[in-house]
T-cell receptor
Framework: DAMVIQNPRYQVTQFGKPVTLSCSQT?????MYWYQQKSSQAPKLLFH???????NEADTPDNFQSRRPNTSFCFLDIRSPGLGDAAMYLC???????????FGPGTRLLVL | QKEVEQNSGPLSVPEGAIASLNCTYS??????FFWYRQYSGKSPELIMF????GDKEDGRFTAQLNKASQYVSLLIRDSQPSDSATYLC??????????FGTGTRLTIIP
């Protein structure tokens, strides 16, 4: 059974048109993460929630926002996608510090 | 700055041989070490984690950790074509965040 679910799996948007990516988890984990991964690169952490506490990485552009309305769901909002935002977006969860992170299948974003 | 270094490869290994993947890190405060496998176009999948010095075995996979020398390695015995993937080393420095290496691309040659 899927434990970390991401929707949609593929998303095509237009330059500048807002887009929202969704992540849900059945693990009841405290921490949820959003990563951006481009081809042949390591996953890059954008931000994460520890329970309701939002933690933004210093180099995450303001164009990227996130919401976590409850334990199970977390959303990534890209307010004005640029061509450089085309990437795989990965959601991950963990119980807490030093624990294993479990990844969802990812959403591949294409910006036209 | 906390850094994780991996040889990007590609590393080519004949089928049935042992594949050896290495990772070095800069921070002696590292506490948890993870190996993820990532197939092209897919998300990372946990292979193994290790916390203590020494070897940890799981089937065909063995993780080796040497904190004094600041390296962690992954051995894959009896390599199969299905092992062809990028292997990501990831470290935890005591909080809830992981630092990833850039990954080693492994190709198993039939």
């Amino acid at each position: 059974d899927a434990m970390v679910i991401q929707n949609p799996r593929y998303q095509v948007t237009q330059f500048g048109k807002p887009v929202t990516l969704s992540c849900s988890q059945t693990l009841n984990h405290n921490v949820m993460y959003w990563y951006q991964q481009k081809s042949s690169q390591a996953p890059k952490l954008l931000f994460h929630y520890y329970d309701k506490d939002f933690n933004n990485e210093a180099d995450t552009p303001d164009n990227f926002q996130s919401r976590r309305p409850n334990t199970s769901f977390c959303f990534l909002d890209i307010r004005s996608p640029g061509l450089g935002d085309a990437a795989m977006y990965l959601c991950a969860t963990t119980e807490g510090a030093q624990e294993t992170q479990y990844f969802g299948p990812g959403t591949r974003l294409l910006v036209l | 700055q906390k850094e994780v270094e991996q040889n990007s490869g590609p590393l080519s290994v004949p089928e049935g041989a042992i594949a050896s993947l290495n990772c070095t890190y800069s921070d002696r405060g590292s506490q948890s070490f993870f190996w993820y496998r990532q197939y092209s176009g897919k998300s990372p999948e946990l292979i193994m984690f290790i916390y203590s010095n020494g070897d940890k075995e799981d089937g065909r996979f063995t993780a080796q950790l040497n904190k004094a020398s600041q390296y962690v390695s992954l051995l894959i015995r009896d390599s199969q074509p299905s092992d062809s993937a990028t292997y990501l080393c990831a470290l935890n420095f005591g909080n809830e965040k992981l630092t990833f290496g850039t990954g080693t691309r492994l190709t198993i040659i039939p």
